[in-house]
């Protein structure tokens, strides 16, 4: 009996685990979330006479309850909707349907640029700034602060007719806000709330209104209207302007606290190219995947294709090598430099050595004698108590003290305030080994520096052997003609092109460390919530911030040479920007502190003068991007997801990414017997380009330059003459090479010149 009775507790209990374990299984393969539908156009039943209805019974053939959240005309023809996955997988097997695209996460790329980039030379160089402000730089970022000085439409004439957008209505936003400097403002939230829920109105605005800063931030980097005596706390003080301060704005709110999702990204860029941008600015990246599935590389290429220049930023995965976001050769890659300004903040050790490092610190001082010192790591009560994560510091520990965090793990102005909440009175930001002597400046909310790789380890070394380590902090305000300058920024994504080994990526880098700009009146410069301080600038770093520099450049180059295509505008930065310093040696890359490569900068750093007036052109246009496509094998399918256009790739066309026309080089050889190379047989690789003259005439000659001997580079022919505008000459080079250790890379530069124009293009060649 007691058996029997047992046995019946077993099946009771088997039975409510079965239950439990149903009900838990039952919300998750119910749940829901946004795909975006990519439809065939040529598909459409002629019982339609309309594509909305045509989206709607597809879907509702699926799920009687789901909606639309948005439908695309550009970007994609369909639509994007919340499903679960069994519903996704019903439709996807549908007729019609190209493909249903789970959505992706996106994050953001988180004054004194226009003198160092020299435009103050321009004016000279081009006077009609009514072409200028022809052009519109579309943003899609957080969002816009309007009541910025740097959106003054003074002296602006109106609005270009070409112009279609608005100002949308919503929380703390009306029409009102707009004018004839910020000409547009739309908002995007449909795939934000329904994956994580309505937004909280009395935190965020649902509107194209700014509560962030980073959008604010980007939008006057590119195109800002001049403001005198602009500073954050007097530091960086002067005159602020963006790139293209006659440039018009239009911002496009697709980014909020739970960062930028692909449904939202995409209905952006859907109308931005409908309202008529010239230039679309996307300081935004996610991991690398496939062109055809990239809902960025999508976009852009429509935007492309209707004469758009896309600018994005490279991201801030560096200096891990392949670390780069948004590869695609008909979008901008944009990395990150320093500019010739410091902030400089000094600290001294109770040994009598001193430092300097950097900060942007401006409240009450700390009293100039020696306070007392201790490592993180040394009064925690956390394994990490050494990055100053929340809640890991012992306050009896670090009261009255000065206290070195570890960089990594969270923000910097973070870990000054649980320092600050712990009661410590100073921080000292140590840079490990991936940041080396890169210094990003902070306005910390107590006294606060970062220090070099090399500074902290001595400043560690003297805090474990001193039984009573001692350092006094003190404040430098801002130093100018900071040399060497540009170098390219540790945290800068760098090459090589993971997805495309034969595409050289990053494009260039622009200025993206300790930048001045516009800000919110939403929170203050630190982010933090703590932060009651409010600022009308505020300096920041990233590869976020590079972006819009070149975004605001491409609007120059846009007014000077209205007819330029994308590619030509970007051929332009590529091809006349700086390698070295005028003393000849490479620029630098922080990380290392030795000379950087064509993976860490790309063509190098942008020139906006000289891209002005390149002479030769690298163009390309939408057959060629199609071409491109075929070059990787894609199917008339991938394409069409791609490129939203019929294309069958000829099966007796021989299509290779070698002749894709671009304006750099990438040559990935294979190693013939893997590690350590070992076969002598020589491999032969050739590259085709085309040259189109938008200059006056003139003869070029080529000439290489390599930092190695182990592969033969011959350019043929040598000499190209050019008598008309918009001359075509093609050549090629033949690239000759011995296998090498794999892992090995090596580089070079090709330049043509006229005597007067320097056309150049760097060549990385890596082993595999």
Same mark, same amino acid.
Request: include cysteine.
């Given at each position: 009996m007691k058996m029997l009775a047992f046995k019946f507790l077993q099946i009771i209990f088997l039975l409510l685990f079965i239950g439990r374990y149903t009900i838990a299984e039952n919300p998750t393969h119910q749940a829901k979330k946004t795909y975006i539908i990519h439809m065939d156009k040529s598909t459409m039943p002629a019982s339609y006479n309309d594509h909305l209805l045509w989206f709607d019974s597809s879907l509702k053939s699926v799920s009687d309850s789901a909606e639309m959240l948005y439908t695309y005309k550009h970007v994609a023809h369909g639509y994007s909707t919340r499903l679960t996955v069994q519903e996704a997988e019903?439709?996807?097997?549908?007729?019609?349907?190209?493909?249903?695209?789970?959505?992706?996460?996106?994050?953001?790329?988180?004054?004194?640029?226009?003198?160092?980039?020299?435009?103050?030379?321009?004016?000279?160089?081009?006077?009609?700034?009514?072409?200028?402000?022809?052009?519109?730089?579309?943003?899609?970022?957080?969002?816009?602060?309007?009541?910025?000085?740097?959106?003054?439409?003074?002296?602006?004439?109106?609005?270009?007719?070409?112009?279609?957008?608005?100002?949308?209505?919503?929380?703390?936003?009306?029409?009102?806000?707009?004018?004839?400097?910020?000409?547009?403002?739309?908002?995007?939230?449909?795939?934000?709330?329904?994956?994580?829920?309505?937004?909280?109105?009395?935190?965020?605005?649902?509107?194209?209104?700014?509560?962030?800063?980073?959008?604010?931030?980007t939008l006057t980097t590119a195109a800002g209207s001049a403001v005198s005596e602009a500073s954050l706390f007097g530091l960086a003080s002067g005159t602020a302007r963006g790139m293209a301060t006659q440039a018009r704005v239009a911002v496009y709110k697709v980014c909020w606290i739970g960062g930028c999702f692909t449904s939202d990204i995409a209905a952006g860029?859907?109308?931005?190219?409908?309202?008529?941008?010239?230039?679309?600015?996307?300081?935004?990246? +996610? #991991? &690398?995947?496939?062109?055809?599935?990239? $809902?960025?590389?999508? =976009? *852009?290429? @429509?935007?492309?294709?209707?004469?758009?220049?896309?600018?994005?930023?490279?991201?801030?995965?560096?200096?891990?090598? +392949? #670390? &780069?976001?948004?590869?695609?050769?008909? $979008?901008?890659?944009? =990395? *990150?430099? @320093?500019?010739?300004?410091?902030?400089?903040?000094?600290?001294?050790?109770?040994?009598?050595?001193?430092?300097?490092?950097? #900060? &942007?610190?401006?409240?009450?001082?700390?009293?100039?004698?020696?306070?007392?010192?201790?490592?993180?790591?040394?009064?925690?009560?956390?394994?990490?108590?050494?990055?100053?994560?929340?809640?890991?510091?012992?306050p009896t520990k670090v009261s009255g003290k000065i206290v070195i965090c570890e960089r990594g793990g969270n923000s910097r102005v973070e870990k000054g305030l649980v320092v600050k909440s712990a009661g410590g009175i100073g921080m000292i930001l140590a840079n490990n080994e991936e940041f080396g002597e890169e210094l990003v400046a902070d306005p910390h909310l107590l006294p606060a520096a970062a220090l070099g790789q090399r500074s902290s380890n001595v400043l560690k070394d003297y805090a474990f052997s001193s039984p009573n380590p001692t350092a006094k902090l003190t404040f430098g305000g801002t130093h100018l003609q900071v040399q060497p300058s540009p170098v390219v920024a540790a945290f800068s994504s760098r090459g090589p092109n993971i997805l495309t080994p034969k595409i050289l990526k990053p494009d260039l880098i622009a200025p993206g460390v300790n930048i001045l700009a516009g800000w919110t009146g939403a929170v203050g410069p630190t982010g933090l919530t703590v932060d009651t301080r409010h600022v009308n600038f505020n300096i920041i770093s990233g590869t976020s911030m590079s972006c819009p520099h070149v975004s605001g450049l491409a609007a120059i180059l846009k007014g000077a040479h209205p007819e330029w295509s994308p590619a030509a505008i970007r051929s332009a930065l590529m091809t006349t920007a700086y390698t070295s310093y005028k003393n000849g040696q490479t620029i630098q890359d922080v990380a290392t502190g030795q000379p950087g490569t064509p993976f860490d900068y790309g063509a190098g750093h942008v020139d906006p003068v000289a891209a002005l007036d390149p002479g030769l052109v690298y163009d390309a246009n939408v057959d060629d991007y199609l071409n491109f496509f075929c070059a990787l094998n894609y199917t008339s399918f991938q394409i069409k997801l791609a490129a939203r256009r019929e294309f069958t790739c000829d099966s007796k066309k021989n299509y290779r990414v070698e002749d894709f026309n671009y304006p750099s080089f990438a040559v990935p050889f294979e190693t013939a017997s893997g590690i350590g190379g070992g076969s002598d047989a020589p491999t032969t690789v050739k590259y085709t380009r085309t040259l189109t003259n938008v200059g006056t005439s003139g003869t070029y000659k080529a000439s290489v330059s390599s930092r190695s001997s182990s592969v033969k580079i011959v350019v043929e022919p040598q000499t190209l003459s050019f008598t008309e505008l918009y001359e075509k000459k093609s050549y090629t080079v033949t690239f000759t090479s011995s296998s090498m250790p794999s892992g090995t890379n090596s580089f070079a530069y090709l330049e043509w010149t006229d005597g007067k124009h320097r056309v150049g293009s760097p060549i990385a060649l890596s082993w595999t």
């Open positions: 019903t439709l996807a097997k549908q007729p019609g349907i190209l493909s249903v695209t789970p959505e992706v996460r996106y994050e953001l790329h988180t004054t004194r640029t226009p003198e160092f980039l020299g435009l103050q030379k321009t004016s000279t160089l081009f006077p009609a700034s009514d072409q200028q402000s022809q052009v519109i730089i579309g943003v899609l970022d957080t969002g816009v602060w309007p009541e910025l000085k740097s959106l003054d439409d003074t002296g602006l004439g109106p609005v270009p007719s070409s112009w279609k957008g608005e100002c949308e209505i919503g929380n703390n936003m009306n029409s009102s806000n707009c004018n004839r400097k910020l000409v547009g403002a739309r908002f995007f939230s449909k795939g934000y709330e329904a994956a994580l829920g309505p937004i909280d109105e009395t935190t965020e605005s649902k509107s194209a209104r700014d509560d962030d800063g980073h959008g604010s931030h860029i859907d109308k931005a190219i409908e309202d008529g941008v010239n230039i679309l600015s996307m300081s935004i990246g +996610g #991991s &690398l995947m496939d062109y055809y599935r990239d $809902i960025i590389a999508i =976009g *852009a290429f @429509t935007a492309t294709s209707h004469g758009i220049l896309v600018s994005t930023s490279a991201g801030n995965g560096g200096p891990s090598p +392949g #670390s &780069l976001s948004n590869v695609a050769p008909w $979008i901008t890659t944009v =990395g *990150a430099g @320093t500019i010739d300004r410091d902030f400089p903040a000094y600290i001294t050790l109770g040994n009598g050595k001193a430092y300097t490092g950097a #900060s &942007l610190y401006s409240g009450k001082p700390l009293p100039d004698s020696p306070l007392p010192l201790v490592y993180a790591g040394n009064v925690s009560n956390s394994t990490v108590g050494y990055l100053c994560i929340p809640g890991s510091l012992v």
